[in-house]
């Protein structure tokens, strides 16, 4: 089995700063820029006496402020979290879960293994898992009607297993490929699990509900 090189996580991080970096670059710089060029035309508009017309402006400037704001916490919470998830996936998940229990009032019953799961994964990979979680859970707490939800993580051999579990009403569709081309949130899913090598696999246990299993092969530890 290979492993990362020593400057592998590094470059992971690296990669995931620069996207950051582009990010604030092509979104809050024009934001910015914006409400520097509406300060400047009030400005304008109050020394030509126009103070109805800015304060119009002023209002509008305020909105703009709000939702910059908003995007600037959301960013921090996104880059936050990543960090999080780069240094324990099975902390990350745990308190992913307990958000979600407090949120949707649904009791989540989380079993993981005594050692840390998914240790030897790269970070793109546990950052792919954590987010098709939390898609799952999204779901769930969004269409299942579910009473309860089991997440459990294994380890064998051969890959790592993520099986997220509810006893909600379950899919009526047929489990072919159809259903992820008509149900957006799993296909996002499903374009996670790809990046990674990971296979997705939804079912409706006898039970009732929904079962999603997520099986990353240990061959993904080197992976970018």
């Known amino acids: 089995l290979e492993y990362p090189p020593p400057?592998?996580?590094?470059?992971?991080?690296q990669a995931e700063s620069e996207?950051?970096?582009n990010l604030l670059h092509d979104n809050l710089a024009q934001d910015l820029a914006f409400i520097s060029s509406q300060a400047a035309a009030i400005r304008i508009l109050l020394t030509?006496?126009?103070?109805?017309?800015?304060?119009?402006?002023v209002e509008f400037?305020?909105?703009?402020?709000?939702n910059l704001s908003g995007d600037i916490r959301s960013l921090i919470g996104?880059?936050?979290?990543s960090e999080k998830v780069a240094g324990c996936l099975k902390l990350a998940l745990k308190e992913l879960i307990e958000s979600f229990s407090?949120?949707?009032q649904i009791p989540v019953h989380y079993e993981v293994p005594s050692h840390q799961p998914g240790a030897h994964l790269n970070q793109q990979t546990r950052l792919e898992?954590?987010?098709?979680?939390?898609e799952a859970l999204a779901n769930i707490c969004k269409h299942a009607a579910a009473k309860t939800v089991?997440?459990?993580l294994a380890e064998s051999e051969t890959c790592m297993d993520v099986v997220v579990r509810d006893n909600g009403r379950g899919f009526q569709a047929k489990m072919d490929g159809s259903l992820y081309r008509n149900h957006f949130g799993l296909s996002i899913m499903q374009t996670r699990a790809k990046r990674i090598g990971a296979r997705l696999k939804i079912e409706n246990p006898a039970s009732q509900g929904t079962q999603l299993t997520v099986c990353i092969p240990h061959k993904s530890k080197g992976k970018s």
């Open 7 to 13: 400057d592998y996580f590094n470059l992971q991080i």
């Open 19 to 21: 996207w950051f970096a």
């Open 48 to 57: 030509k006496g126009k103070t109805e017309r800015a304060l119009e402006q």
């Open 61 to 66: 400037l305020e909105e703009v402020s709000q």
């Open 78 to 81: 996104q880059l936050n979290q």
């Open 102 to 104: 407090t949120r949707c």
């Open 129 to 134: 898992v954590y987010y098709i979680v939390k």
């Open 150 to 152: 089991w997440v459990h």
